[in-house]
Every structure is written in structure tokens, then in C-alpha cells.
């Protein structure tokens, strides 16, 4: 990092982190694509139902891999590789503690979370089905979101993306084995998941713990610490909450469609939430990307270095979202037409709402890059509220509107808050980055 230009440097983390961001966005892409292909609305309706409780183990594994990851960079930034080492040492107990607890939760919990949602008939069955076989993998899912996020902390962006591929090509695979040849429906849909992110994650543990790696782990670095995990967890809450905030909408979503639409209005919003989580996974990609040099940077105090960095992570992400809105908005029909096969009734009603539903999708991506710049310099408390006031503007739309526009009113609802707190979070950066301005570099201790 001390020897290269900032472009290419910029390239170097960023193209392989999208890569990875939009491989592991096909397991849940695939996955959409074979079930509403091969099982039909209702299989769509049921895996959108039951996304919000997986969601929660993606947010805790996001939470672990970026709090982590960015303390490994920030100590590794300022010469303190034994204290970056006993981070990192705490990967094994937030992976194996978490993932027994959310286990047990969702098995016990699933099935009312269905129905509250208004879940009936095959879709709860369907959705129900799906949920046990995540729940019984629950600290693999932890595992295979957060180890990617620190092998990247590792100088190794390029080998997490061939591991990632890896997974991505063996769920392909596995979903048309066990989807469309042994009929297993849901089930087959989750045991293609776990298993291929399970093989990714194996792959990547292998190198953080072996001699290629450029930290040596200890088994001292094991010893459990709460102050270092409470630590990774603050500075990961963000990422925690931006996921949990993403399964509250939803539920909240799913809920409002059953009561103005049908299990066909839940379907088409899953159509949308998969087209949505593409722009998720390509501006994450460019913010996880950048959360490395940042965090390297920003704990040697070079701030002119830390904001060009940002700089290009705002220019390619929210340029790159409004590039993929506008093609949704031009030909909607088109991106539809992935997961919809031949029920006309469900492709009308998704071009509809992909029209009203993500006009305003890339002030998204403005969210996601400045929570990531925040986590990077260690200011996981400020990205952390810009997640939790997004999740609150968002009801009073999601109740109110419906009254006066319908169903309309649930698809605007996203758009429009988004709209009205892109100024305050404007204010909140703009404050950040004066800030930092003040910061001085320090004094060489040989000048």
C-alpha cells in the first residue's frame, strides 16, 4: 500500500471484493431463478417470507467479518500486528457461540415469524422447510460471509474471489441436482447453499491459518476476549443492523402486501428484492473494496490518501447505480423475465413495481459507501445510526401512504424516505470529513 498509486491500488481491492460481492449475490440470485422456474409463485412468496431470519445470521456474520477485518488493518496500519493477531484469534469463538443460539432461535421461531407475516398452505410449508436447513447450518452461514471480508484484510482480495467462485459455480450445480432432478423443492434449494458456501468457507480458513498468510496466529491469539470482541462487534454494528434493518422491511413489506395484494404481490416484491440485492452486492463490493486502503491509511494518518479513496468508492458506486437504474426503469419486462417463466399475471405486476419500487435505487449506494468510509476510520457508531434512521423514516411511509395510494403506496414507500434522509446524511459526511482534516500527521521518529 505505501508503494503503489492510488488508482490502481483502488482497482486492486475494489475489482476483486465486486467480483466476490456479485458471486456471492448468485446463491441467492440462482436461487431465485430456480424456484420461481421450477416451484412457481408461491416457492418465490415462501424463500422472500423467510429471508428476513436468514438475513439476521448474514447481518452477525457481516458484523464479524468487517469488525474484524477493519481492526486487523487499522493495527496492522499503525505497526501493532500482535494486537491485529488476537482479533482475528477471536474468529473461531463469534463464529461457534452466535451460530448455537440463532440455531436453536429459528427452529423454535420460525414457523410463527411465517405466519405472522400471513403465510398459509405451501407457502409456509415451502418457507418453513427452507428455514430448517439453514438453521441446522447456522455457524457455517456465519462463517462463510465473515471470512471472505478478512481474508481481503489479508492482502488476499484476488484468492477470496476464486474461492468464492468456487462456491458460487458448485451452488449452480446443486440447485438444477437438487431442485430440478430429485424434486426437493426449498429443502433443495437451502442444501445447495450451505453446502457450496460451506466448501468456500473451508478454502479461505485454510489459507488465513496457514504459513501464506501474512499474520502468524498463535495459540495464545485464541484466548478468548470480551474487550476485544466487544470491540469487533461495535465497530461491525453497523453492517448488524444495516442487514437486520433490510429484514424488518421486508417482514414489514410482506406483511403490507398480504394485506393490499396477494402471495403474487409477495412474489413480484421478491423479484424486485433480488434486482435490488444486485446493486446491494456491486456497491458493497466497492465499499468493502475501499474499507482496507482506508482503514490502512486512515491509521497511518494519510487523510489526503484516505479521501481520494473515498472519492472513487462514491464516483463508481452511486455512478454504477445510476447506470443499473436506468436499465431497470428502460427495460423492466427484461429483468423480469429471469424469474418469472411463463405466469403473466406475476410479470405484470413485477414491471410495475420495478418501475415505481427502484427509481431512486442508487441513493442506496450514497448509504451503503459512507457506512463503510465510517466503519474504516472507526466510526461504526455514526454508520450505525444512519442504518437505524433509515429502518425508522421508512414505517410511517411503509403505514400511512398505503392508506391514500394502495398498493402503490407499500411499493413507494422505500424510495421516498430514502429521498428525504439523503440530506442528513449528506450533513453527517460532510461534517466527518472536515473533521479529519484536522488530523495531523505524525513526526517521523528518524526526522
Known amino acids: 500500500m505505501q508503494t503503489r498509486k492510488i488508482g490502481p491500488l483502488f482497482a486492486r481491492?475494489?475489482?476483486?471484493?465486486?467480483?466476490?460481492?456479485?458471486?456471492?449475490?448468485?446463491?441467492?440470485?440462482i436461487d431465485g431463478i430456480f424456484v420461481g422456474r421450477y416451484i412457481g409463485s408461491d416457492g418465490l412468496a415462501a424463500i422472500n417470507l423467510a429471508w428476513p431470519m436468514v438475513g439476521v445470521l448474514l447481518a452477525v456474520g457481516l458484523m464479524i467479518g468487517i469488525g474484524i477485518g477493519s481492526h486487523i488493518s487499522l493495527n496492522r496500519g499503525a505497526g501493532d500486528d500482535e494486537k491485529a493477531s488476537a482479533f482475528l484469534g477471536q474468529l473461531p469463538l463469534l463464529l461457534i457461540v452466535p451460530g448455537i443460539i440463532l440455531s436453536v432461535i429459528l427452529l423454535f421461531t420460525g414457523y410463527l415469524l411465517l405466519d405472522f407475516q400471513g403465510a398459509t398452505g405451501n407457502v409456509l410449508h415451502y418457507g418453513y422447510d427452507y428455514l430448517k436447513v439453514i438453521a441446522f447450518s447456522a455457524p457455517f452461514v456465519l462463517g462463510s460471509i465473515a471470512v471472505p471480508y478478512i481474508m481481503r484484510n489479508l492482502n488476499a482480495p484476488r484468492l477470496a474471489t476464486t474461492f468464492m467462485v468456487v462456491g458460487a459455480l458448485m451452488n449452480i450445480c446443486l440447485d438444477y441436482l437438487f431442485i430440478v432432478h430429485l424434486k426437493l423443492e426449498l429443502v433443495g434449494a437451502g442444501l445447495a447453499t450451505v453446502i457450496s458456501e460451506t466448501t468456500a468457507m473451508v478454502l479461505a480458513l485454510i489459507y488465513i491459518f496457514n504459513k501464506r498468510s501474512p499474520m502468524r496466529i498463535r495459540r495464545r491469539h485464541f484466548a478468548p476476549r470480551l474487550d476485544l470482541s466487544w470491540k469487533i462487534c461495535k465497530n461491525g454494528a453497523s453492517s448488524l443492523f444495516m442487514y437486520l434493518y433490510i429484514g424488518f422491511t421486508i417482514v414489514a413489506h410482506n406483511f403490507m402486501f398480504?394485506?393490499?395484494?396477494?402471495?403474487?404481490?409477495?412474489?413480484?416484491?421478491?423479484?424486485?428484492?433480488?434486482?435490488?440485492?444486485?446493486?446491494?452486492?456491486l456497491v458493497e463490493g466497492v465499499a468493502h473494496g475501499m474499507q482496507p486502503i482506508v482503514s490502512r491509511f486512515y491509521g497511518e494518518r494519510n487523510i489526503d490518501a484516505t479521501k481520494k479513496v473515498l472519492g472513487l468508492a462514491m464516483y463508481y458506486g452511486i455512478g454504477g447505480g445510476a447506470i443499473y437504474t436506468a436499465s431497470l426503469l428502460i427495460f423492466p419486462a427484461f429483468f423480469a423475465g429471469f424469474f418469472v417463466g411463463d405466469n403473466e399475471e406475476l410479470r405484470i405486476i413485477a414491471v410495475h413495481a420495478?418501475?415505481?419500487?427502484?427509481?431512486?435505487?442508487?441513493v442506496s449506494g450514497f448509504f451503503v459507501i459512507t457506512e463503510a468510509f465510517l466503519q474504516a476510520?472507526?466510526?461504526?457508531?455514526?454508520?450505525?445510526?444512519?442504518?437505524?434512521?433509515?429502518?425508522?423514516?421508512?414505517?410511517p411511509f411503509l403505514f400511512i401512504m398505503p392508506l391514500f395510494l394502495g398498493i402503490d403506496g407499500v411499493w413507494l414507500a422505500m424510495p421516498v424516505s430514502s429521498i428525504v434522509l439523503l440530506i442528513p446524511v449528506s450533513i453527517l459526511l460532510v461534517k466527518q470529513i472536515k473533521k479529519i482534516n484536522r488530523i495531523k500527521k505524525p513526526i517521523p521518529l528518524n526526522a
Open 377 to 395: 476510520i472507526g466510526e461504526g457508531h455514526k454508520a450505525l445510526i444512519i442504518t437505524i434512521c433509515n429502518m425508522l423514516i421508512q414505517l
Open 258 to 281: 398480504m394485506k393490499y395484494g396477494n402471495s403474487v404481490s409477495v412474489a413480484a416484491y421478491a423479484i424486485a428484492g433480488y434486482l435490488l440485492t444486485f446493486y446491494y452486492l
Open 354 to 362: 420495478i418501475r415505481i419500487y427502484m427509481f431512486a435505487l442508487f
Open 13 to 29: 481491492y475494489t475489482i476483486p471484493a465486486l467480483i466476490a460481492m456479485l458471486v456471492s449475490g448468485t446463491y441467492q440470485i
